[in-house]
């Protein structure tokens, strides 16, 4: 490992061993600049073209190279992040479009103080662990900073990559592609959110029903789904959501834009008595 961490120029800023136990801990700090790398003896590992795409991680090969640190402020990653929170709302040179940006921001803060919060029944004390199945630059997850949740921002791999940006916002994010199953384990979220991710994913999934299913597993019991989508979408997404137990909390529709809020509820089989016992609300 030492010999690992010194080819590839990390410097130690703490070490500390249990004697005992024969366990221990280093602190690295990698470089600041490229400079350093072209002292090395050995270019090994060497530093990757120009034309590799440090971004490029869905189903792509891991490559034993280094990519160049950042040095213009065209670049990300170049420039330290304003501190929490104000980084929320601060956009570094690198980003393009920033207007786009604070127009997805300020939609979503307008969404969940007008409608999320208070209009459709959610007991906001009980959710933690929230999910924007198809976020684009975290608006929703800026929008509810002053909620005591987390969210996890999923780009959709077959979308414009916004992950950075994402990132760059302090928010916790990763790439999915909705067609496979999402690696989790059942239970995990009190509330998912899919803005019109199955109108994107028609053409490319083969059933909406497989979607729903996985959100069916990694959704507690009591927890929450809220869909915006289209009417022709929302319509037979509320068959299947009803086919699978779940409450109907919510549907609203106008110029043909609408919106779903489903709660997933427990079905138990009481063999004794011979029919279905149903017990909604767990927090």
Not at 14 to 19: I, L, P, R, T
Not at 25 to 35: A, L, S, T
Not at 117 to 145: E, F, P, Q, T
Not at 251 to 280: H, M, P, W
Request: hydrophobic share 35%; net charge positive; proline share 6%.
């Amino acid at each position: 490992m030492t010999t690992l961490t010194a080819s590839i120029c990390w410097n130690v800023l703490a070490h500390k061993s249990d004697d005992v136990g024969e366990v221990g801990v280093k602190i690295y700090q990698k470089p600041e600049g490229n400079d350093i790398y072209e002292l090395r003896r050995k270019k090994i590992p060497p530093l990757c073209k120009e034309n590799e795409n440090p971004d490029a991680v869905w189903y792509v090969p891991m490559k034993t190279c280094l990519h160049p640190i950042p040095s213009g402020i065209e670049q990300h990653g170049a420039e330290w992040p304003e501190e929490w929170p104000k980084r929320l709302e601060t956009y570094p040179d690198w980003v393009n479009n920033k207007e786009k940006v604070v127009a997805d921001t300020n939609h979503w803060n307008a969404v969940v103080n007008k409608s999320y919060i208070s209009g459709l029944g959610i007991n906001w004390r009980s959710i933690r662990n929230v999910m924007d199945m198809k976020s684009i630059y975290g608006g929703l997850a800026v929008a509810l900073s002053q909620q005591k949740v987390w969210v996890m921002n999923v780009v959709p791999a077959h979308a414009p990559d916004t992950l950075p940006i994402i990132f760059e916002r302090g928010l916790i994010g990763i790439y999915h592609d909705w067609c496979e199953s999402f690696g989790t384990y059942p239970r995990t979220y009190d509330l998912l959110h899919a803005d019109h991710l199955f109108s994107r994913l028609k053409n490319r999934c083969k059933q909406p029903v497989s979607i729903v299913v996985e959100m069916d597993r990694i959704l507690r019991p009591g927890g929450w789904t809220i869909i915006r989508d289209k009417v022709e979408i929302l319509n037979p997404l509320e068959e299947i959501l009803k086919s699978m137990k779940w409450e109907i909390r919510m549907a609203f529709a106008q110029d043909k834009e609408g919106i779903l809020c489903a709660q997933k509820t427990i079905y138990l089989n009481d063999s004794k008595f011979g029919k279905l016992v149903k017990r909604s609300g767990i927090s």
